[in-house]
């Protein structure tokens, strides 16, 4: 088993492995990219088997991770996988390889009893974006809109489909592909009884959570 967050020696011919990035794929479902490094060596037919545990190291969700082939030449070098699912939107997740096999010189090899899959630890570097001061931008103005407080009788419903709601307004499913992620956790958060603030755009309807600008979890 192997855990991203130990670190192993790295023999010749291996596979470095390292979680890359986490986004918001919408209707609840968040996406973990896994990045490969082979280092120029080749391998054919890699399978991961990933497991993701919450902080307390329960067992949240598998996947099997398939990549045909990676380090055949230096344009090969990196490779992504991608694993999906609600569970990846929590926080202080962890990950681990359970089992891991790939094709090396016509040979199918175990790369965990080998020791040739290991973490690399990763830590992205921050990102400021500035400008000049005599070059500063203004601010621009507020989007024209309106506020409507969502006086919620029941939770809110989420699916697929979209956001499902009653309240004292009546009775609304509102498509929600295009939902920011602040709109999504603030609904599945909400519980019976709760008054939400709606900042929204002119052509808000209740058919339609994209035109939802901003939210806030109470009305005062």
Known sequence: MLALGSLLNL???AIEVWHSNTVFGGQGQCVATLTLDSGLDEFRQVRLQATVLDKAGRRLMAQTLDLPSIGS???ERFAEVMIDGEALCDEQLQLQIT???AVANGKRIDLLRTGQLTPRVFKPMPIRISA?????APKPAAPAGRVID???TTAPQLSQEG?????????HSMFAVNASEAVWRTFQKARAGQCLRLYVGPEFNFSDAS??????????
Request: contains cysteine; positive net charge.
């Open 11 to 13: 023999p010749a011919q």
């Open 73 to 75: 030449s230096s344009a």
């Open 99 to 101: 089992s891991a096999t």
């Open 132 to 136: 000049p001061a005599a070059a500063a």
């Open 150 to 152: 969502l006086h919620l």
């Open 163 to 171: 956001i499902h709601i009653q309240s004292a307004q009546g009775r």
């Open 211 to 220: 035109s939802i600008q901003r939210i806030e979890a109470n009305c005062k």
